[in-house]
């Protein structure tokens, strides 16, 4: 101890833990002390008294992980109702546009009929009902993504379904982009809706189309799976027996930030007027309610 000025000072709650033998928590204690002189004029400490302070230190403690949580939750909430907010700032701006283009043909069909041109209504009528088409098509992908979407789900075997679609799924993608099945030979039997099933896959493969504008390879694949455990996350799967569906191409990939964020609605990478963000978000919301789990990896250059 060392005294200001030569003097004495009175030294209080100083703290001092303790590791106990066999204890599994330390303990904690506050003690005071009195530096004196002794004889050859040294500075001593004269203990005064101890007082045990664990629990007051372990309720702290506790109370410290409990404000933590809860500032998690805080930030959890929040980024919720940004994707809340992005979700309805982007469903209004598409919204708006089709409504534009279907009264925009109304209009024009309202002002031919009253000058009394009769000829090419018809093009005025397509174009407002490719618009209604497309508000509709919208309205199905939001419900798919918020898991409200009415499924019919069926016994499936998914090899046989990937297997029948392989010829319009190669059509699809091209003659530059070689399309390669690696299916399971007995996978398990799963419950799922067969419509929705096929449409997720060639969303899957036309953004593996996107992804090779200079062609390349595309790797379907189908297997079983079993979990003994609960896998972490919010969207982790219950122990069980699973059969995945994977889609891989050797494009361009995505960063870390893109990953994080694909399923995201609204969310594209492809340059204005070339996606709506949509289609993960979709594929997300159904495989989450059939049960399921979606999942992306990916690296820069590596597809």
């Known amino acids: 101890f060392k005294a200001l000025s030569g003097e004495a000072t009175l030294l209080e709650n100083l703290p001092l833990i303790i ?11 506050t003690f005071s002390c009195t530096p004196v002189r002794d004889e050859s004029g040294a500075i001593v400490g004269v203990l005064d008294k101890v007082i045990e302070t664990t629990a007051h230190v372990q309720s702290e403690q506790q109370w410290r992980m409990l404000a933590f949580a809860h500032e998690q939750q805080v930030r959890a909430r929040t980024a919720d109702l940004e994707h809340l907010w992005q979700l309805s700032g982007g469903m209004a701006q598409d919204v708006k546009n089709l409504l534009g283009g279907i009264c925009s043909s109304l209009a024009l069909l309202e002002q031919r009929l009253a000058q009394g041109h009769l000829e090419r209504l018809d093009t005025c009528i397509e174009s407002a009902r490719g618009a209604a088409n497309q508000a509709v098509a919208l309205a199905d992908r939001l419900l798919a993504f918020s898991c409200f979407q009415a499924l019919d789900p069926q016994p499936v075997n998914v090899t046989q379904l990937i297997d029948g679609m392989a010829a319009v799924l190669s059509q699809s993608l091209g003659s530059q982009i ?5 299916l399971e030979l007995l996978p398990w039997t799963v419950l799922v809706d067969v419509e929705q099933l096929q449409r997720a896959l060639q969303s899957l493969c036309l953004n593996a189309c996107d992804a090779l504008p200079n062609g390349g390879r595309v790797i379907v ?3 079983n799976v079993r979990y003994d455990a609960c896998e972490q996350g919010h969207d982790g799967l219950l122990p069980g027996d699973y059969t995945y569906v994977q889609v891989e191409d050797n494009g361009c990939g995505m960063g870390p930030e893109a990953v994080v964020r694909a399923f995201e609605p609204f969310f594209t990478g492809k340059s204005a007027g070339q996606g709506h963000g949509l289609g993960l978000a979709m594929i997300y919301g159904f495989v989450r309610q059939s049960g399921g789990r979606a999942l992306i990896e990916s690296e820069p250059g590596k597809g």
């Open 19 to 29: 590791n106990r033998n066999g204890a599994s928590e330390p303990s904690y204690f």
């Open 178 to 182: 070689t399309l390669q099945m690696h």
């Open 221 to 223: 694949s189908t297997g």
